[in-house]
């Protein structure tokens, strides 16, 4: 089985620098000069006990790749890009794992008719610098259990589980795979926050952001018990996650900030939230329920970044005066 890695962001080059140092075969799509650095240089994949220089083939065009239906298509895109990645590509006959945060992938890639997977993403890192990517989950680099979508486990989401796990990540065939990414949305909400506010606060600034949090939340599990959706409690989180990920400094870096600050630390003009908080309120509009908090968190990052506004330039007090 090949491995075509869609996004050779933080995951994207985590997942396909650590399949590619096992000895599986990989093909990363990058963008820009990011995807020029890896060309001619290679992937620096930096870990915590360990860096790796993987030397892989790049394609910069969706168009481009070339695949069979034995492959399996890695979808690490952010989500406002899964569509017009997949619409690209020259054949829709493989199999579209998706390696993203948020619940909405996996709807895309089965309208187009994709044979489609969900993947629970727990996996700390970095990308901010082209060609070089800090991987900093330890023990393992990251927890991807996987499984069919909706619903499901076949002999692929045991292959591609069982190359995980040879890979240095922690991956087992989850039947109910969307009952965990629901629990996974519901911990990305705090990402706008996060991306917004930093995490250099005192502690009156603390609790305004611990109330953001709480009061996220609380709209999100309302949403979900309107809309009859089920999601892995905290409980079985914590069991399953376990030690086995931890944030691990690599090279002397510490973790700055998630995914959505790292794209406004990089300059760039979109975030996720409109597929993170954005689930949320539109859950709420169907369902008849009042979402203010993350109305709030999802229009003022897609402002922040369409300004080009840097990470940490708000503050949590100011936030939460907007809905209260």
């Given at each position: ?308 506004g840097r990470p940490g330039s708000l503050r949590p007090s ?7």
């Amino acid at each position: 089985m090949r491995y075509v890695i869609l996004g050779a962001g933080a995951v994207g080059a985590t997942v396909g620098g650590r399949l590619a140092d096992a000895g599986y075969d990989v093909v990363l799509l990058a963008r820009g000069r990011h995807a020029e650095v890896i060309a001619s240089d290679g992937l620096r994949l930096a870990m915590p006990d360990r860096v790796i220089t993987a030397k892989l083939p790049v394609v910069t065009d969706p168009a481009d790749l070339t695949y069979d239906d034995g492959d399996a298509l890695l979808l690490a895109t952010k989500t406002q890009d899964t569509v017009a990645v997949l619409e690209a590509l020259p054949r829709r006959d493989a199999p579209v794992f998706c390696v993203q945060n948020g619940v909405a992938n996996e709807r895309f890639a089965a309208r187009l008719g994709f044979d489609t997977y969900g993947v629970v993403v727990m996996l700390p890192a970095v990308f901010l610098e082209p060609g070089h990517v800090d991987a900093q989950g330890s023990p393992y680099s990251g927890l991807l259990d996987l499984g069919r979508y909706p619903y499901g486990v076949d002999d692929r989401a045991a292959a591609v589980a069982g190359a995980l796990t040879k890979s240095g990540f922690v991956s087992q065939p989850e039947t109910q795979v969307m009952r965990w990414k629901y629990a996974k949305l519901l911990r990305n909400l705090g990402n706008s926050l996060e991306a917004m506010t930093g995490h250099d606060l005192d502690d009156t600034e603390l609790a305004a952001v611990r109330e953001i949090d709480t009061r996220a939340r609380a709209e999100a599990e309302q949403c979900y018990r309107a809309a009859g959706i089920d999601w892995a409690s905290d409980d079985e989180w914590l069991a399953r996650r376990g030690m086995q990920v931890q944030w691990t400094p690599v090279e002397g870096r510490d973790r700055m900030g998630g995914s959505t600050w790292q794209s406004l630390a990089r300059g760039a003009s979109g975030v996720e939230a409109d597929y993170l908080n954005g689930e949320i309120v539109l859950l709420g509009v169907q369902y008849g329920i009042a979402t203010p908090v993350n109305r709030m968190l999802q229009r003022e990052v897609v402002d922040l970044a369409k300004r080009r506004g840097r990470p940490g330039s708000l503050r949590p007090s100011e936030l939460l005066a907007v809905v209260t």
